[in-house]
């Protein structure tokens, strides 16, 4: 009867442990869900607290998990937003209201950025 206990408690310690190790590997696979409205993504980006959105242009899906937001803010002035999906969720990576040219890398399917653009 001891050894029943002793084999049902190995069996449910290396479950856990694989569930540990594999939970959070699935996790950076998920497909992000869809990009946030237009008010959630004003909300986000206020929520930064360095800029204040006044008018969103568009929303442009780049790939899967990257999207490029041009706005107007209140001061009149046009810039754009970088939206990334990471820990399953959208974040605001990047923000400028100069329209200043950059230079974002994504990396491919394969997880490497990249040599040439």
């Known amino acids: 009867m001891r050894y029943k206990w002793l084999w049902c408690l190995l069996v449910v310690v290396m479950i856990a442990i694989c569930l540990y190790i594999f939970l959070p590997i699935t996790d950076n696979h998920r ?4 990009i946030p409205n237009e008010n959630r993504l004003k909300k986000m980006i206020l929520d930064t607290g360095e800029l204040n959105i006044d008018t969103i242009l568009k929303q442009i899906a780049l790939d899967g998990k990257h999207v490029f937001i041009p706005h107007l803010s209140s001061d009149k002035q046009y810039g ?11 974040e605001v990576i990047y923000i ?22």
């Open 31 to 34: 497909t992000p869900s869809s």
């Open 80 to 90: 754009y937003s970088l939206l990334e999906w990471k820990d399953n969720k959208w």
């Open 96 to 117: 400028t209201s100069t329209g200043e040219p950059l230079l974002w890398k994504i990396e491919n399917e394969s997880g490497t950025i990249p040599n040439s653009f």
